[in-house]
């Protein structure tokens, strides 16, 4: 959603390159190598997102103490996956940053709890005194966070790399979002990272408004902060660590499918970032049967002009685009965005084929990949899964 969406700033430059899939019989050896190269990397691709679902089922799902964090991609995730061993020092940027996210939550919810004891005299272990406890430290929590005491009910439950609200009040909501209690009504959640507090450095903040399915709108704005904090990570990485060893892999992917020197429009990191998000929530509870029906559904939003994301995107957030343009014409993005969206939803739907019963693996690769290259990606994953492995059932 727009919040989260404001957050990209880094847009990614595509090498031009010839085509990697030609017409079959007019692979010379060199063309030959190449295409093998692609595949191998491609398949170092695939090992970085089943390891990331790896480690978040252990850190998000199933409660794994942040002490364990780090042993736990050491000793259980990375023995599984060897061929990430020169990337390493991806995955323990990206568990520090995400430990330290797990710190700042812990320590400004137990001091708002002490000092709401302190105010209010609370004393004891009952659980009359600790309901009480906890009902005025989320109230305190909000006020923090959003500057104003709320008038509803708020509940604040610490996750393991976020602080999330379940706000009751429409007015409370309107207060966190920041716009009038009119314009927040066609909004269920979002997601940003609060770094006003210096003392506690930036907090991830997971804002949900209560409904039927609050829990939905929680995971999906998680993925928005996931894929935040996975990008940070990579690039403090490339920066200090290993150069651009890691970088190099995804470029070169990407030049072997794209044909001319483009760079990637803001509206299509926007697109991305929300088509993600979406899928890292609704796959989980819909049925194979259900998937071409949410597919679909999932392109009027996105890819009809009356579609809800399509208008936002160049209507709502019109003056942002052109700003960003450099010098491309709305008409132009508006090209170029139906393009790759119409594309990256058809390579979606292909590869959910491909991946039966792992379905959240296609959240870890596509998001390392542009929206526009998400067709050729999938080609190169079929082929790899063709010639070097079985499909998963």
């Not at 691709?45 to 089943?50: G, L, S």
């Not at 001091?111 to 709401?116: C, E, K, P, Q």
């Not at 990272?193 to 999906?220: C, M, N, Q, S, W």
């Not at 995107?313 to 170029?336: D, H, P, T, V, W």
Request: hydrophobic content about 40%; some cysteine; aromatic content about 8%.
């Amino acid at each position: 959603m727009k919040e989260s969406l404001n957050q990209f700033s880094e847009r990614q430059e595509i090498v031009s390159s010839q085509p990697l899939l030609r017409e079959k019989g007019s692979l010379g050896r060199k063309e030959d190598l190449s295409r093998t190269e692609a595949l191998q990397n491609i398949g170092v691709v695939e090992d970085i997102a089943r390891a990331r679902v790896e480690l978040e089922e252990q850190i998000l799902n199933k409660g794994l103490p942040s002490a364990q964090w780090m042993d736990c991609w050491k000793h259980e995730v990375l023995p599984k996956h060897p061929t990430l061993i020169p990337y390493g020092s991806f995955f323990i940027e990206a568990i520090r940053t995400a430990l330290l996210a797990n710190r700042s939550v812990r320590s400004l919810c137990k001091d708002t709890v002490r000092d709401i004891k302190e105010k209010f005299g609370i004393a004891g272990r009952t659980s009359e005194i600790s309901y009480r406890a906890v009902e005025e430290s989320d109230r305190a929590l909000f006020q923090k966070i959003f500057g104003k005491y709320p008038q509803g009910l708020v509940v604040v439950e610490p996750g393991a790399v976020s602080l999330d609200f379940i706000v009751f009040d429409d007015d409370d909501f309107a207060v966190a979002l920041e716009t009038s209690k009119e314009e927040a009504k066609s909004t269920s959640g979002f997601a940003f990272v609060f770094d006003a507090l210096e003392e506690y450095g930036a907090i991830p903040i997971v804002v949900a408004r209560f409904g039927k399915d609050v829990e939905g709108t929680k995971r999906h704005e998680l993925e928005h902060l996931k894929n935040d904090l996975l990008a940070a990570s990579k690039r403090r990485i490339l920066d200090d660590i290993i150069g651009e060893e890691l970088d190099q892999i995804i470029k070169k992917v990407v030049a072997k499918i794209e044909r001319r020197q483009k760079r990637v429009l803001a509206v299509e990191d926007w697109a991305k970032d929300e088509i993600l998000a979406q899928t890292q929530e609704g796959v989980g509870e819909l049925r194979d049967e259900h998937i071409k029906t949410w597919l679909v559904d999932l392109a009027g939003k996105f890819a009809a002009p009356d579609g809800f994301y399509y208008k936002e995107y160049f209507f709502e957030q019109r003056a942002e685009l052109e700003e960003s343009s450099k010098g491309m014409s709305l008409a132009e993005q508006e090209l170029i965005y139906q393009k790759s969206v119409s594309g990256g939803l058809a390579a979606l739907e292909s590869l959910f084929d491909l991946y039966g019963k792992e379905k959240q693996i296609l959240v870890g690769i596509l998001e390392q990949f542009p929206l526009r290259s998400w067709p050729a990606v999938a080609r190169l994953l079929k082929m790899r899964h063709r010639k070097f492995l079985k499909s998963p059932s």
